[in-house]
Nanobody, 128 residues
Framework: QVQLVESGGGSVQAGASLGLSCVASGGTFRKFRMGWFRQAPGKEREFVAHSSWRFGSIYYTGYTESVEGRFTISRENAVNTVYLEMNNLKPEDTAVYYC??????????????????WGQGTQVTVSS
């Protein structure tokens, strides 16, 4: 069983930065695919970013187009943590952000259905 605990949300002005953290317990974290998703009020959950294990210490990452160049996903395997650094935040980034884990590290990284474990979510609010 894998448990995920997020932290770091908050309320900021447009253009500001925020960092989210997600600590995992259970399983072999370094081999997990880790993803960040978000859900805005009245909208469906959407993929934001992923970090997927390839082999050894090699990972590849990917982002949804709307955050490309502004958000960065990273991970620190020694402390079982994945991060999402968010820069130049926009009001449309307002959402509850969730981290998710896929121990199988397979399938479509942008599909929430591929992820078996989810955090509780953390609110990010960006005002104009």
């Amino acid at each position: 069983q894998v448990q995920l605990v997020e932290s770091g949300g908050g309320s900021v002005q447009a253009g500001a930065s925020l960092g989210l953290s997600c600590v995992a317990s259970g399983g072999t974290f370094r081999k997990f695919r880790m993803g960040w998703f978000r859900q805005a009020p009245g909208k469906e959950r959407e993929f934001v970013a992923h970090s997927s294990w390839r082999f050894g210490s090699i990972y590849y990452t990917g982002y949804t187009e709307s955050v490309e160049g502004r958000f960065t996903i990273s991970r620190e395997n020694a402390v079982n943590t994945v991060y999402l650094e968010m820069n130049n935040l926009k009001p449309e980034d307002t959402a509850v952000y969730y981290c998710a884990a896929d121990p199988d590290n397979s399938g479509d990284y942008a599909s929430g259905a591929e992820y078996d474990y989810w955090g509780q979510g953390t609110q990010v609010t960006v005002s104009s």
